[in-house]
């Protein structure tokens, strides 16, 4: 197993648990509107929507809260790639039908995101950030002043990750307005 600086893994852990955290609180507060978006990928039985659509938020939630104590955060990690995992592959499959119009799911109604290979390349930054929190922390004393770098690092993750997503809605429309 490879190791990492502990402060690293440690910002991995947080900076991803607050985007499943704020993922499956957006479907947990509009369950129908996820099922509706999930339905929209045509790719489950109409049977199994309803209950899938349950599920998955409970996941998310699941996994990024067990990020944060340290001796579940591999399972965790896993967990959360191969959510990620399905999701590209959900998207993926969307873009190779030509599907792009359809909202991801992934922002709830806050803020509607049409399918594109940008959703995917964000996806795999996420993975990046999975797999940090699958090494093993190398051994090393904390400080206050690695404190004060978990928390700058970890609102500068957070605070990239919401520009990324406001660039990857808003594109498309920037980008037809200029054509």
């Not at 209950?51 to 067990?66: M, N, Q, T, Y």
């Not at 964000?122 to 978990?150: S, Y």
Request: one cysteine or more; charged letters at 15%.
């Amino acid at each position: 197993m490879w190791q990492l600086d502990p402060v690293l893994i440690t910002v991995a852990a947080l900076a991803l648990s607050a985007v499943f955290l704020t993922a499956a609180a957006h479907k947990l507060r509009a369950p129908r509107l996820f099922e509706s978006q999930l339905a929209d990928y045509r790719l489950l039985p109409v049977r199994l929507e309803r209950p899938v659509a349950r599920l998955l938020p409970g996941l998310e939630l699941s996994a990024a809260l067990a990020l944060l104590y340290a001796p579940l955060r591999p399972a965790a990690a896993l967990a959360l790639l191969a959510l990620l995992a399905l999701y590209s592959g959900a998207i993926a499959i969307n873009l190779g039908r030509g599907r792009s119009a359809i909202d991801c799911g992934c922002l709830g109604a806050a803020l509607r995101q049409e399918l594109s290979p940008w959703l995917l390349v964000r996806n795999g930054l996420l993975g990046l950030l999975a797999g940090a929190c699958l090494a093993a922390p190398q051994a090393r004393p904390l400080g206050l002043h690695d404190g004060f770098t978990v928390l700058a690092a970890t609102l500068c993750l957070l605070l990239l990750y919401v520009a990324v997503n406001y660039l990857i809605a808003f594109y498309p429309r920037i980008h037809e307005s200029r054509g």
